[in-house]
Each structure stands twice: as C-alpha cells, then as structure tokens.
C-alpha cells in the first residue's frame, strides 16, 4: 500500500537557525511528490512540488526539498527560519489508482519557530 | 480571484441534526475534493469529484455522509444526523484539469455538542 510518513510530529526551532522536516513515501511506482503549509486557521497552501526533473526543488518563502529515490524521501529544507513560518507542514504523494491519479497526505509536522 | 469559498465558517449543531457545508470552487476548475481534518486522524479525503461526477467517496465515513455537485460552481456535503464524533475541519479544495495543485478553502469548523 502507498504511504507518506512524516517522523517529526512536532519541530521546535530558534528563529534563523536551519530546518529539516523529514518525508517518506511507499511507493513502488513513480510518484510525484508535494510539500503544502497550513497557517493557523487557514486552508493548505502548495509550498513546492517534484514532478520531474532537477531532483532539487525550489518553492516559495525560501523552502526546498530534494527528491531522493533511492530513499524514497523528499525532505524539506530552510536555511534560516522565521517567525511566520510557524505552521503545519504536510508532505504529499501522488499515485496512480484504477480510474484516477489520488493524492495522499502524510500526517503533518507542526514547526514552532522560537523568537 | 477569491479563491475557494466555503461557508459556514463556523457551525456549532446539537447531536442529531442536519448540517449542510458548502463549497464554491474557484472557476474553471473541474476537480473538486472535500476533506475532513482532526488531530486523532490528520487530513481525510472524504469524496473526489470530476466534471460533477463522484469518482471516489471511499473515504465518506458512512450513510450519514452524502454529498452533491449539482453543477461545476457548488458542493454540498451533509451530515444527517449529526454526532459529536463527526466534529472537525472540513476543507474543500479544487484543482483545474491536467494540474497536481490543490487550491484550498479555509476551512469550516464543525463543532457537534
């Protein structure tokens, strides 16, 4: 079965310092794969996503992920955090079902970026 | 644009009655999801649809749930009868043809005494 793990329920970091946020997918296909922010009482919002290509993806706010297939991981990174990106993060997987292409969400890791 | 449009915001109901959520998906856009959010479960998708038509509602709990698009600007998804386990955030998100982005609403928040 096709699964996205987000080990880190919750990451507490000091506001500039570097994050990671860890993704792992199950998938014995090609996936594509998404990261989305939910910001306290709002919708989730795209961050970046990997379809093909430069295994090194670029989003908005200064975030990045790099597919690794070996891993089978897509990890997000920032090189230097602020205050509002404290969020739910939630790393996503696209696979290929009978009649549609689904999109399953991992269970989300809460960032909380400490003045 | 105004993006996704979901109301109510905010809906606080009693055990056993009917709520109706709506969603108004941003135009031009053919696939439409609504999802279900708690923090014992995280982020459930409930019903996919595509130019109008339910493809998957795997994930509707159960006979309570039902869903409706009569035409590509509106969604209903009703409870009936409500229960306090079906408190939560529910999203609707849609998605234009042949893109892997979603486009969230903001969410109503369910609450069932």
């Known amino acids: 079965a096709q699964s996205v793990t987000q080990l880190d329920s919750q990451v507490p970091v000091f506001e500039e310092a570097p994050v990671e946020l860890r993704c792992n997918y199950s998938s014995s296909v090609s996936v594509y794969l998404f990261w989305y922010v939910q910001y306290p009482n709002q919708g989730l919002q795209l961050l970046l996503k990997?379809?093909?290509?430069?295994?090194l993806v670029k989003g908005i706010n200064g975030f990045e992920a790099e597919f690794n297939k070996s891993q089978t991981s897509f990890h997000l990174r920032k090189p230097s955090v602020h205050i509002s990106d404290t969020a739910e993060y939630f790393c996503a997987v696209r696979i290929a079902m009978t009649s549609y292409d689904k999109v399953i969400f991992g269970p989300g890791t809460s960032l909380s970026v400490i003045p | 644009d105004a993006g996704v449009i979901q109301s109510p915001r905010h809906e606080v109901t009693e055990m056993g009655q009917e709520v109706t959520l709506r969603c108004k998906p941003i135009?031009?856009?053919?696939?439409l999801f609504w999802y279900r959010q708690t923090m014992m479960r995280g982020l459930e998708l409930l019903i996919y649809f595509n130019n109008n038509v339910p493809i998957d509602d795997s994930g509707m709990p159960e006979d309570r749930f039902s869903a409706k698009m009569p035409n590509a600007s509106f969604s209903t998804l009703k409870i009936q009868p409500s229960e306090p386990r079906d408190s939560a955030v529910y999203f609707c998100?849609?998605?234009?043809?042949?893109?892997?982005?979603?486009?969230f609403g903001p969410g109503t928040r369910l609450t069932v005494l």
């Open positions: 990997y379809l093909s290509g430069s295994t």
């Open positions: 135009s031009g856009h053919n696939s």
């Open positions: 998100a849609s998605s234009p043809s042949g893109e892997d982005t979603q486009y």
